[in-house]
């Protein structure tokens, strides 16, 4: 498949949700059953995905492919003063897998809501927004420049508003949309200013051309404190979108949505989208910033299996667990784990989308009960949603066999790893305990929901297994939560495809000396500022960590596996013995450490610590400035309509005595001058002739022409 | 020996004008207005021949008298025709009295 072709593959693929949301939106209305068109379109894009990821991966594996036009010219566009914006796809290995991803699992959610959103109000307005919702998602991935990179960011915060906010008659979803849109403004501001940093110093929104010039020296404003901080504030677009903390707080709330969308959007597709722009930004990130980001990320997965461990709420389980895993990604991605993280993205993406499809699916038989208190006994009922949910949290608990293990095992070989070669121990420590925590709070649910003895029989007995359109997602993301699509060594990844021959850790392109040490570049090794436009594609390609970090890897690689396999097995047999077998009492125990089971209940009271900071604070400062306005600049209005009255009374009594006065006596003095004259007018041609000749007599005697 | 110049000829010029305009200003009968008129064209083809004959004009001067004395003519007649139009009007030719164009 030639190149071009590839890139005209991937514009279909962009565009053809933007298609199916348009018609549906235009034609919905008239044509209820235009849905199906819709997933039609979901269907052939994910072949074309699927065609695109199988070339890409066997034709071009280490080249990239960029196509790109100029979009605006500001001056003369050769010329040193000029701006031109491009606006453009790049398409490496990491965006057609993304591609597969994203579109496989909308298809497979949009399969799914025929079903579970049969009957609603606005059926087929609801595939409309999935569709808008796959084509800023796809925007995103494709893309190779910052600029398109935040206009489909904005675009995918705004369908995921639209669809968190799907059931707006009920006052908690209207709240939550607001509060996922508003939390998700926050972390943009950092990344528009970080870009704005970027923009200043390079006048270009291209990844590529800005690590060239970062490479070879140019610095934003000639400072590393300057790279770190770009490199910081982009990622606060991240800490939004992917949920992380402190702004993690509208993902379990956006779980008012209709289920397949917290699939689609609030497991796998969307809150990737901060990880994905994290690994865009790789290279630019210095050791500092890194530091952070590892640290973010480490302190959101604890916060959040904290939270998970108490929660009632299927759903909200799920999505702090989504939070969690995130964390886990930008963690890994922080310690330079950096095709782990990716690699974690796609399991995550399976086996959590899996999950909440699985959650829906026992939503839906228990008519819209959500609180795992209420359920139990479910496995009886339903089979085929029990063993896939099964699967999935298994994956997600690091069993080996399941594709969660490989990615996490990863994650925690690079932490323990870090913890090595820079002393930061606490990281490893967190990763280890939030795999323990995760194990735990998971098996509670499978236990709690499909395990014993049914709790609300009036629900249980008119649950049932659901239909195939609803199974069929289940199955397909169960059975990619297998070890042997990515590997065939079930304990090893580094044996995979996806690790050693699709996405390769690229090269920093930071100055030597911001970097950590192990992944400073070898002086010997050419730069990367040396290399052209054409070899620069190349660099995403390069294995560059040093020997000493390959080395810890590998030593690290038993120690993490072992370890995460002793947390994930102790947290399943504890999560057993309190649910499944009754040894401990779970309820004693709560009662014990009632402060601690608060504090996690309440999510770490960071609802009402922003109630009472950040929305008090607003409200306050609100208020003041209401007051404010109604005082100070309304008096000034006021005062000033006064001043004004009393200056036009003026001027009218100005224009009624002098201006008016004026005027009447040109009128006058006209009309008497008008009557003095009219004697002259007789009519009469003879009258008239005399005084011309006497005109003229007494002009020859004045000008005396002769 | 007085010799007859230019400017005897301007000087019957000038009063066969006064005479024209004279009569023009203060006749009542368009008739004689139109008489009048006839004595400036007059006084005027005089000072086009005395040009004519005293300056360096060669003969257009006395070209354009012939042109006066044509144009003359004309306006004789048509003027006359509305005249007499006038009257089968007016039953008059009084130039005060024929004033209906105006309010």
Same mark, same amino acid.
């Given at each position: 498949m030639s190149e071009s072709l590839l890139i005209n593959i991937c514009v279909v693929i962009l565009i053809l949700? +933007?298609?199916? %949301? &348009?018609?549906?939106? #235009?034609?919905?209305?008239?044509?209820?059953?235009?849905?199906?068109?819709?997933?039609a379109i979901l269907g052939i894009a994910l072949l074309l995905s699927i065609i695109v990821a199988y070339a890409k991966l066997s034709d071009y594996n280490a080249k990239d492919i960029v196509a790109s036009f100029t979009w605006i010219t500001m001056g003369n566009a050769p010329?040193?003063?000029?701006?031109?914006?491009?606006?453009?796809?790049k398409i490496d290995n990491i965006t057609v897998l993304m591609l597969f991803v994203v579109n496989l699992i909308s298809f497979l959610v949009h399969v799914f809501s025929i079903e579970y959103m049969?009957?609603?109000?606005?059926?087929?307005?609801?595939?409309?927004? +999935?569709?808008? %919702? &796959?084509?800023?998602? #796809?925007?995103?991935v494709l893309t190779h420049n910052l600029l398109m990179m935040y206009i489909f960011w904005e675009l995918v915060g705004l369908s995921s508003y639209l669809l968190i906010g799907f059931w707006y008659e009920k006052k908690s979803a209207s709240d939550a949309a607001k509060k996922a849109f508003i939390v998700n403004r926050i972390g943009d501001i950092g990344m528009f200013a970080g870009i704005l940093i970027l923009f200043t110093q390079y006048k270009t929104f291209t990844f590529d051309i800005i690590y060239q010039q970062i490479a070879s020296g140019n610095l934003p404003f000639g400072s590393n404190a300057w790279l770190t901080?770009?490199?910081?504030?982009?990622?606060?677009?991240?800490?939004?979108?992917?949920a992380q903390f402190p702004l993690h707080v509208w993902l379990p709330d956006a779980m008012e949505g209709p289920t397949p969308v917290s699939a689609?959007?609030?497991?796998?597709?969307?809150?990737?989208?901060?990880?994905?722009?994290?690994?865009?930004i790789f290279v630019m990130l210095t050791a500092d910033a890194m530091l952070v980001i590892a640290v973010v990320g480490a302190f959101t997965s604890l916060v959040a299996a904290t939270i998970a461990l108490t929660q009632n709420d299927i759903k909200k389980v799920l999505a702090y667990s989504t939070v969690s895993q995130l964390g886990?990604?930008?963690?890994?991605?922080?310690?330079?784990?950096?095709?782990?993280?990716?690699?974690?993205l796609v399991t995550h993406a399976f086996f959590k989308a899996c999950l909440f499809l699985g959650s829906g699916s026992v939503i839906h038989s228990m008519h819209h009960e959500q609180d795992i208190r209420n359920m139990g006994g479910l496995k009886k009922k339903m089979p085929v949603t029990y063993y896939t949910f099964l699967i999935s949290t298994l994956a997600i608990s690091g069993v080996p066999l399941f594709s969660g293990f490989l990615s996490k095992d990863g994650i925690l070989a690079g932490t323990l790893a870090f913890g090595k070669l820079t002393g930061h121990w606490l990281i490893p420590?967190?990763?280890?305990?939030?795999?323990?925590?995760?194990?735990?709070?998971?098996?509670?649910?499978?236990?709690?929901?499909?395990?014993?003895?049914?709790?609300?029989?009036?629900?249980f007995d008119h649950a049932h297994e659901s239909p195939f359109v609803m199974a069929m997602p289940l199955v397909v993301l169960a059975a990619l939560s297998i070890f042997i699509w990515y590997t065939p060594n079930p304990i090893n990844a580094n044996a995979g495809w996806v690790i050693s021959n699709w996405i390769k850790t690229p090269t920093q392109v930071v100055p030597n000396e911001t970097r950590f040490d192990f992944m400073k570049t070898n002086s010997e090794e050419a730069p990367a500022s040396t290399s052209l436009h054409g070899e620069k594609a190349e660099i995403h390609g390069e294995v560059v960590n040093s020997v000493e970090y390959t080395e810890t890897m590998h030593w690290a690689h038993y120690p993490a596996m072992f370890l995460s396999l002793a947390v994930a097995g102790l947290g399943i047999l504890i999560a057993f013995m309190f649910y499944q077998w009754k040894k401990l009492n779970a309820d004693k125990l709560a009662e014990k450490i009632k402060p601690l089971y608060n504090f996690s209940l309440n999510k770490w009271f960071l609802d009402e610590l922003y109630d009472m900071t950040a929305i008090a604070g607003t409200l306050s400062l609100s208020s003041i400035l209401a007051w404010f306005d109604n005082k100070i600049v309304d008096g000034i209005v006021n005062g000033s309509a006064t001043v004004t009255r009393f200056a036009s009374r003026m001027s009218g009594w100005f224009d009624t005595f002098v201006v008016d006065g004026f005027v009447n006596f040109t009128a006058f003095f006209s009309g008497f001058v008008g009557l003095s004259f009219r004697r002259l007018q007789t009519g009469k041609v003879q009258t008239y002739i005399v005084f011309v000749i006497f005109a003229i007599i007494i002009l020859l005697m004045f000008f005396k022409p002769f | 020996m007085l010799q007859v110049g230019l400017t005897h000829f301007l000087i019957v010029s000038a009063i066969l004008f006064s005479l024209g305009i004279y009569g023009i200003v203060t006749r009542k009968?368009?008739?004689?207005?139109?008489?009048?008129?006839?004595?400036?064209?007059n006084s005027a083809n005089i000072n086009f021949i005395a040009f004519s004959k005293f300056g360096n004009f060669g003969l257009s001067g006395q070209v354009i008298a012939l042109f006066v004395i044509i144009l003359a003519a004309a306006e004789a007649a048509i003027a006359l025709a509305i005249v007499l139009n006038i009257y089968k009007t007016f039953s008059n030719v009084n130039v005060d009295e024929i004033d209906h164009l105006k309010e």
């Open positions: 949700p +933007l298609v199916g %949301f &348009t018609t549906v939106v #235009l034609l919905g209305k008239r044509i209820p059953k235009l849905y199906l068109l819709e997933v010329s040193p003063g000029a701006i031109s914006i491009d606006l453009g796809f049969r009957g609603d109000r606005l059926y087929t307005r609801y595939f409309a927004y +999935l569709g808008i %919702f &796959t084509f800023s998602m #796809l925007g995103i901080a770009a490199g910081i504030l982009i990622f606060m677009g991240a800490v939004g979108k992917s689609l959007i609030h497991a796998a597709t969307m809150v990737a989208a901060g990880v994905y722009l994290v690994v865009r886990y990604m930008v963690m890994s991605l922080g310690v330079g784990a950096y095709a782990f993280a990716f690699f974690h420590i967190i990763g280890f305990t939030v795999a323990g925590l995760t194990a735990f709070y998971m098996f509670r649910v499978v236990i709690l929901t499909f395990h014993g003895e049914p709790r609300d029989h009036h629900k | 009968n368009a008739v004689m207005v139109l008489m009048g008129i006839e004595l400036v064209l």
